[in-house]
């Protein structure tokens, strides 16, 4: 569990525990709360806490133990003080939450059980566990490009934090500034060849690509089929090939549009990619192809190739 608050520009989080009956009832008391006020800065002994807060330390060991059967405080190390030994204490957690009602139902969403595996690697106890590196908006790579797809981006992060409890750190990378160290953890890229360097490094490497060949048209290794359209994307999953103990996901399309369809597909169509490519289960990659259902010039849906 954990306390979430943003502050201007900053997510701030603390890891909580709920306290009810006897964990209430053992902070009634200012002392009790004083002293949680302490070991809420460092681990501290008894006679140390009596000293600072300046009573006896009776009263104080009385608060510890009622502290420590409420599972608020417990002991932390043991060290030899003039002759004895000190049990420092500390709290279970920073931060404590009463409950006044049962829980309700919440938004968040719960990985589909019958695909535990696909995001898996990307979230780790409902925390981010990855990289999410778009291409630059600035001219760059052999063709200038500036990429749009990273707008498209913010959907499919959404969906990805409907599945967590918070992000402890920024995420996102342009491939012009990402490191060496970046690309070793688990990745989420987004964008073409032509606007994001890092999909162009790792292309041929995966099971459906962008042929330069064939004027970046998507090549399906698994099925032998091409897809020329600009509407067309691919969504795969595989080994990071810069570090084969973490998981790369790559969301893609030959144009802006192309990758705006990935997105859709993998939002709207999210069971049905976890599954696999139709020819081969075993191989996470899929095609998909936009498709514009109220003639507005957007592509609004999408069907899977493959």
Not at 177 to 201: F, H, Q, S
Not at 288 to 300: A, H, P, Q, W
């Amino acid at each position: 569990m954990f306390i979430v608050e943003r502050v201007e520009e900053r997510i701030l989080s603390l890891p909580a525990r709920e306290v009810s009956g006897n964990g209430i009832k053992s902070l009634s008391s200012g002392l009790a709360q004083r002293i949680a006020l302490k070991l809420a800065d460092r681990p501290m002994y008894v006679i140390e806490l009596a000293k600072a807060l300046k009573v006896h330390e009776q009263r104080v060991y009385y608060h510890i133990r009622q502290l420590e059967k409420a599972g608020i405080v417990r002991e932390d190390k043991h060290e030899p003080k003039a002759g004895a030994v000190a049990k420092y204490y500390r709290l279970t957690e920073p931060a404590f939450v009463i409950r006044l009602k049962e829980l309700e139902e919440a938004h968040k969403q719960i990985l589909p059980k019958d695909n535990p595996e696909f995001l898996k690697p990307f979230i780790e106890n409902d925390q981010f566990n990855a990289n999410i590196i778009v291409g630059s908006p600035d001219p760059h790579g052999p063709e200038k490009a500036r990429s749009r797809d990273g707008y498209y981006g913010i959907d499919l992060a959404l969906f990805i934090g409907s599945f967590l409890s918070y992000t402890p750190m920024p995420s996102v990378r342009l491939d012009t500034e990402v490191r060496d160290d970046d690309l070793k953890k688990n990745l989420i890229i987004i964008g073409g060849p032509i606007v994001n360097k890092i999909t162009a490094e790792i292309n041929r490497k995966m099971p459906i690509f962008f042929d330069q060949d064939l004027q970046w048209a998507i090549h399906s290794s698994v099925s032998g089929n091409t897809y020329p359209s600009d509407e067309s994307g691919l969504i795969v999953k595989s080994k990071n090939p810069y570090n084969h103990n973490h998981h790369l996901l790559l969301v893609a399309g030959k144009r802006y549009s192309g990758t705006r369809a990935a997105i859709i597909g993998f939002l709207k169509k999210f069971d049905d990619i976890s599954k696999g490519n139709v020819h081969d289960r075993s191989i996470k990659a899929k095609v998909v192809e936009g498709v514009d259902l109220d003639s507005d010039g957007l592509i609004d849906s999408v069907e899977i190739r493959e």
